[in-house]
Each structure stands twice: as structure tokens, then as C-alpha cells.
């Protein structure tokens, strides 16, 4: 199912003359990670070391490679150009070509006029089949380039859902190819038009309108909760590609002045029970944009983003709300 690109990652990493190499990996592909060492040290005579710390992504360089490895190869996800990993980290996207020729009827009947077409890297290469299906079928396909933290047409991060912005105003819709839920809600939200996703891996069509509302009411209830707050903890992540220091410093500004008091707390695992021995009455995190969302039930206290800050200070309304998302001009680093 997976093509991990061999080839390309023994002549990179012989290329770099490097006499130990790092693998780092998601979840997803670690039961991988032992035969893909082996071959590789085959392949170019070098020593493997795996790297068994969870990956979420690109913005999670493991940045202490260079105590035990000449260089890092990070297999499952794209580079982020605007983070520059530096020249001894090569990114693998490993590329999923799967067969949804069953799923597309069924989005069809819930696809509306134009329809932009997004996906994560894994499924890229499945963008021009769809098309192609989508505009045989009468519709016009649209497809949209991110900014600097994206590589791919049509690629989207779920902290950065810029590929939408040139289909603004000319998608009616939208077809997402991919697991997962978090990066086509963000679409949702964003837009406030239809989206459909097709799921390769659970081989599933569905629409997001519901969960759209759920969560937005969700948030809703966080800001309401948070507006009472006096002493909020902001939270910066250390993971290279998440960091974001200078938004957390402007975030403190505009709290104290508007009568809050703020910390600023770094860590690289966000849980729980990390912020336990922390006095507040609310967190906001600046790290990755899922956070907030898909642990917010784990935290005791509400967990806001910073778009949502600014609601809770009435520096912006209700109607103005979105996720969060990191852009290729803030892409950590801060
Ligand atoms: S910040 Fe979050 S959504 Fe963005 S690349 Fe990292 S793990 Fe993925």
C-alpha cells in the first residue's frame, strides 16, 4: 500500500556521505520502521537508529538528531518549506494510491456546482484521477496552491487550509480525500460551504455539516467559559515547526491590557497534567491548531485557540470566527 521510496532515500542519505541515519516516523508507520532500518543500512552500509517519540508532523523535527545520527530522514509527511529543517533532514511523503472508484458516486449526489478538491500529501497523486472523474461528471474541479508551508496543489495541513484561499468565491463546494475529520472541518468553517469527504481508508462518504455545528457550538460554550477568566496561561510548544513565541508575547500584551493577567509556559507533549501545578483560569495554546479541538474535552479548564482570545477580549465577533491555523509567514520558529 505504501511506497516509501527507497531508492531515492539510500542515494539521499549516501549522497550526504552519513555514517548513521535517524528514522523518524508517524504513528501509522512505525510497525514499518525495523524492516525500512535494515534495508537502508543494506543499501548504503550505514547504521540505523529509529526514533520511537510520537511525529504529528513536518513541525515535529526531532531536533536532538545530531547527538546520535548524521543525519534525519522523516518519512510520512511533505516538507514545510517556510520552516527550514535545515539541510540534513530529508522529508519522505509517502504516497498512498488507493482505490475510491466505488466511494465517488456516492459523493456525487451531495456535491454542489463548482467543487474544490483537497487532500493530505499521502493521496496527492489521486488529485488528477478525481478531476478528471469530477469534470466527466459535470462539474467544474478546482484546485489551489497553498502558501509556503505547503508543497503540493490541493495539499492541505490541519493547521493550514491555504490551498481554499485562491477558491474563495469560486468553489460551490468542496471534496476532500483523506482520514480524519479535523482538516475538512477547518474547510467548513472557513468557507461555510459543503464538504464532502471521501475516506480511503475507512472506504466512507460523509458530509461535515453536523459535526460542523457541533463543534462550533463546542467553541462557543469555551469562549463563554473563558469570558469570566482572569488569569490565563498560554502555552508555547517547542516542536520546531509549532513554535510561535511572538503571537504568545502579543497575546499576553493584549490580555493585560485588557485587565487579565497571563503566563507564558513552553513545553514539547502538551497534557494535562503537565499544567497542574499552574494557577489559571483558562489556556490558550498557540502550538498546533488541532490541540485545542481534539483534547479540549482532557483539559479541566477551557483550552481556547487565539482567534477565540480575541472574541473573549470583544476584539472580534462571533461571525468572524475560524480555527486556527499557522501560515507560512508565522511558520514557527518565532
Ligand atoms: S502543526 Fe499540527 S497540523 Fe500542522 S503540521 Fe504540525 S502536527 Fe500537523
Same mark, same amino acid.
Given at each position: 500500500m505504501y511506497d516509501f521510496r527507497l531508492d531515492e532515500v539510500s542515494r539521499w542519505i549516501m549522497g550526504k556521505g552519513a555514517r548513521t541515519?535517524?528514522?523518524?516516523? %508517524?504513528?501509522?508507520l512505525k510497525s514499518h520502521a525495523q524492516e525500512l532500518g535494515r534495508e537502508l543500512e543494506e543499501r548504503t552500509g550505514g547504521k540505523c537508529v529509529?526514533?520511537?517519540?510520537?511525529?504529528y508532523g513536518a513541525c515535529d523535527v526531532d531536533q536532538s538528531f545530531t547527538d546520535y545520527a548524521d543525519v534525519l530522514v522523516q518519512f510520512g509527511h511533505a516538507d514545510i518549506p517556510s520552516m527550514q529543517a535545515?539541510?540534513?533532514?530529508?522529508?519522505? =511523503?509517502?504516497f498512498?494510491?488507493?482505490?475510491?472508484?466505488?466511494? @465517488?458516486?456516492?459523493? @456525487? %449526489?451531495?456535491?454542489?456546482?463548482?467543487?474544490?478538491?483537497?487532500?493530505t500529501v499521502q493521496h496527492v497523486r489521486m488529485i488528477p484521477s478525481v478531476v478528471k472523474w469530477l469534470e466527466s461528471n459535470g462539474h467544474t474541479a478546482l484546485v489551489g496552491k497553498g502558501d509556503s508551508r505547503i508543497v503540493f496543489e490541493g495539499q492541505v495541513l490541519?493547521?493550514?487550509i491555504s490551498a481554499v484561499e485562491p477558491l474563495k468565491?469560486?468553489?460551490?463546494?468542496?471534496?476532500?480525500i483523506g482520514s480524519g475529520d479535523f482538516h475538512p472541518l477547518s474547510v467548513a468553517i472557513e468557507t461555510d460551504r459543503p464538504v464532502v469527504v471521501i475516506d480511503p481508508l475507512m472506504q466512507e462518504?460523509? =458530509?461535515?455539516? =453536523?459535526?460542523? =455545528?457541533?463543534?462550533?457550538?463546542?467553541?462557543?460554550?469555551?469562549?463563554?467559559?473563558?469570558s469570566e477568566a482572569k488569569r490565563f496561561v498560554i502555552l508555547v510548544s517547542t516542536k520546531v515547526g509549532q513554535r510561535r513565541l511572538g503571537m504568545a508575547w502579543d497575546l499576553r500584551r493584549m490580555l493585560e491590557e485588557n485587565g487579565r493577567s497571563a503566563d507564558v509556559i513552553v513545553l514539547e507533549e502538551f497534557h494535562p497534567d503537565r499544567l497542574l501545578p499552574f494557577d489559571a483560569d483558562a489556556f490558550v495554546s498557540t502550538a498546533c491548531p488541532r490541540i485545542a479541538i481534539d483534547d479540549y474535552l482532557r483539559y479541566p479548564k477551557p483550552l481556547l485557540t487565539p482567534v477565540e482570545v480575541e472574541i473573549v477580549l470583544g476584539l472580534r465577533s462571533w461571525d468572524d470566527y475560524r480555527l486556527d491555523s499557522i501560515t507560512g509567514e508565522a511558520s514557527g520558529q518565532e
Open positions: 541515519f535517524a528514522l523518524q516516523m %508517524p504513528e501509522g529509529l526514533i520511537a517519540d510520537p511525529c535545515g539541510p540534513d533532514v530529508l522529508f519522505v =511523503e509517502v498512498m494510491d488507493m482505490d475510491i472508484s466505488s466511494l @465517488l458516486p456516492r459523493a @456525487l %449526489p451531495l456535491l454542489k456546482g463548482s467543487v474544490g478538491v483537497l487532500t490541519g493547521c493550514n468565491g469560486r468553489a460551490d463546494s468542496f471534496l476532500y462518504v460523509r =458530509e461535515l455539516s =453536523e459535526l460542523r =455545528e457541533r463543534i462550533l457550538r463546542q467553541r462557543h460554550g469555551a469562549i463563554v467559559r473563558a
